[in-house]
């Protein structure tokens, strides 16, 4: 399955592969919270936006074998290919597709589609989120939920090999954290559940997990190149040097109080009020 063709500029465009190998994962606890929502529903369907390499249908593929199709949407192509080569076949024989446009542009693929379960993971705050959720409300079914999925960044992260980590790409790119090629990364003005109670989807549920994870010095830079203030494009010809001290960093990390990221899932599952299950 080929995503559709489209002309896009992406902030990750060259960095899925390293996205689909060092981004973490779902936890159980998540995938679980999000079966739960599909339960007792009879042919669900999944709309996955900001779907990058795919990590949420994946999850929840096996977790709820009874999904009759799955949506992707993402402007980078790149991510939805591997996305495509690394999803599992629906057990339902039902049907997976790959829509290459901006959450905003999503529209139904065809007459009287209606997902069940809107995902949107790591991806809000990159979105126009008064249209996405307009947009949400056109395309789902009565009693569907809108799921919001988030576990922060190591650039933000306290502990004290991140922050020494962040310190490096400052000294390279500058105090302010990048974005794309040029700009610079904005915190959202408001809270997600600001937006959602505005919406359609303002009967919010929170749920936290706590997660920690132990890296490698590895996986770190991994992760580096996927993420939009530390991709190889904003070094230029610096980005090999900025590794080679980003990996020595690390390493004298990992040999003393080790490279652990103890990190919260935050998952706000958001419906229509008075269509809760």
């Not at 446009?101 to 999503?106: H, I, K, L, Y």
């Not at 809107?118 to 056109?138: K, N, Q």
């Not at 003005?189 to 936290?208: N, P, V, W």
């Not at 580096?224 to 230029?236: C, D, E, H, I, V």
Request: proline letters at 7%.
């Amino acid at each position: 399955m080929s995503p559709h063709k489209r002309s896009t500029v992406s902030l990750f465009e060259s960095a899925a592969s390293d996205y689909a190998r060092h981004r973490p994962g779902i936890p159980e606890e998540v995938v679980r919270l999000l079966a739960k929502v599909l339960k007792g529903i009879d042919q669900p369907v999944l709309l996955d936006l900001g779907a990058g390499t795919g990590q949420v249908p994946a999850a929840l593929i096996p977790a709820v074998p009874h999904i009759v199709r799955v949506d992707l949407v993402d402007p980078d192509e790149a991510m939805l290919h591997e996305a495509a080569a690394r999803l599992p076949s629906l057990p339902s024989g039902g049907t997976i597709a790959f829509h290459a446009m901006p959450a905003e542009e999503f529209t139904a693929p065809y007459g009287g589609y209606r997902a069940h379960l809107v995902t949107c993971a790591r991806a809000f705050h990159w979105m126009s989120r008064p249209a996405v959720l307009a947009i949400a409300d056109r395309v789902t079914a009565p009693a569907a939920t809108f799921a919001l999925i988030g576990d922060g960044s190591l650039w933000t992260h306290p502990a004290s090999w991140a922050a020494d980590l962040k310190q490096l790409v400052q000294s390279y790119l500058g105090k302010e954290r990048r974005a794309g090629t040029t700009g610079v990364y904005t915190e959202p003005g408001r809270r997600y559940q600001d937006d959602l109670a505005e919406s359609a989807f303002s009967d919010i549920a929170e749920h936290q997990f706590p997660v920690r994870r132990t890296w490698t010095p590895t996986a770190v830079v991994g992760y580096l190149r996927s993420t939009s203030f530390a991709r190889p494009a904003l070094f230029g010809d610096r980005h090999a040097r900025f590794e080679q001290e980003a990996r020595s960093l690390l390493e004298e990390h990992a040999l003393g109080e080790g490279l652990v990221e103890d990190a919260v899932f935050t998952v706000l599952l958001a419906r229509r009020p008075g269509c809760g299950r």
